[in-house]
């Protein structure tokens, strides 16, 4: 009768350890599962990410002073043009309902659209031949001149139509005095050939070249009148 009870008692406690070790192995299962369900989610979300594509402007050609036309005698310095955080990043930006504006996630600049700019207007002037120097106020160089401004739009605006937006402004200061000389004022809509991020790239790019054309004509139309040769 006690050999019958303690045969009865034991068999709880190994029932108990196999349970336990039946569900402990279940546990680290299930944990082990959890994890390989994770790494396999996070995989798929790494290969489904869309790669970034990137975007900058066409660099304007070096050419030859017209035939009959004298370089000015003076030194310019291009300073940076200051802008909103949005184009002192390398997202493209978008904007459409009115003042509602976003960026592109996997869609970018290869630099923010204020320095690209401000490289433009660079090799546009050096490029002409009229200036006797045309440098980078951030390589610490000395001229007669500043030339600095602000971006005040780089954009894609969406409705009916899609264009790229550009304005800017720029002024002109005498490093001697101090004083304002010469301001300019640039905005336009450029039509873009399509809907699709590229499309508008090449708006935005011509756009570009456009204004900073017409800048560059109006500062010439200042010093052909202004310098002394």
Not at 201 to 226: E, I, K, M, P, T
Request: proline content about 4%; hydrophobic content about 35%.
């Amino acid at each position: 009768m006690n050999r019958g009870n303690r045969r009865n008692q034991r068999r709880p406690v190994g029932s108990l350890r196999s349970f336990l070790e039946r569900e402990g192995l279940t546990i680290l299962g299930q944990t082990a599962l959890c994890i390989l369900a994770l790494a396999i989610e996070f995989s798929a979300g790494c290969g489904s990410a869309r790669p970034s594509k990137y975007y900058q402007l066409t660099v304007p050609g070096e050419r030859a002073a017209a035939a009959g036309q004298d370089s000015y005698p003076v030194s310019l310095m291009i300073g940076p043009l200051m802008a909103s955080h949005l184009y002192r990043e390398d997202r493209i930006v978008y904007s459409s309902d009115g003042q509602r504006m976003g960026t592109y996630d996997s869609q970018r600049w290869a630099e923010p659209p204020a320095e690209m700019l401000e490289q433009l207007l660079l090799q546009q002037l050096r490029a002409s031949g009229r200036y006797r120097s045309v440098s980078s106020l951030r390589s610490g160089a000395r001229g007669d001149f500043l030339l600095r401004g602000r971006l005040y739009d780089f954009k894609e605006i969406s409705g009916k139509t899609v264009v790229a937006k550009v304005s800017f402004e720029l002024e002109l200061q005498d490093t001697k005095t101090g004083s304002t000389v010469w301001t300019h004022f640039y905005s336009r809509e450029e039509p873009a050939n399509g809907r699709d991020v590229p499309a508008v790239v090449a708006a935005l790019d011509r756009n570009a070249h456009n204004g900073v054309a017409g800048a560059a004509a109006s500062l010439d139309q200042y010093f052909s009148v202004h310098s002394s040769k």
